[in-house]
Each structure stands twice: as C-alpha cells, then as structure tokens.
C-alpha cells in the first residue's frame, strides 16, 4: 500500500471518530512530532477579520461554491 492510499484511510478512519480523547491524543502526537499545523497560541481573529469571512462564506454559498461533507467524503471512499 503506499502512501498516498495510507494517508487517504487514515483520514477516512480520523472522520469517523467519536471520541474526544482520541483526537485530542492524536493531536498531542501530532505535536510532539512537530508537525502539526495547529498553532494553539496564535492570536485570535479580530472581529473585523471574522465577519469579513462570514460574508465572504455567505457569499460563497450564495454563489454556489460549496461542496457537501457528503461529496467531499465521497471523493475518499
């Protein structure tokens, strides 16, 4: 199996997750590995940058550009 198909299940499996725990395990992982692209002391969005992506998410959508979590998990099965 390569990687590429390793990593496709493993997000597959990583989405089917319930339990709090886990993840959060999973991140702390991911950390202490170095590679994690959660930054849990970056700054918090100003008020200003989050409605500015709520209207530009609500336009967006106006304008048809979503997927569905059910085409987007599609495309991984």
Known sequence: MNLETRKLEFVQEFLKL???EVISKLEKLLK?????????KSEPMSKEELNS????SE??????RFKSSSELLSKYK
């Open 18 to 20: 319930q339990n709090e």
């Open 32 to 40: 202490s590995e170095g590679i994690s692209s959660i930054d849990y």
């Open 53 to 56: 992506r709520i209207d530009q």
């Open 59 to 64: 336009s967006d959508f106006d304008k048809g």
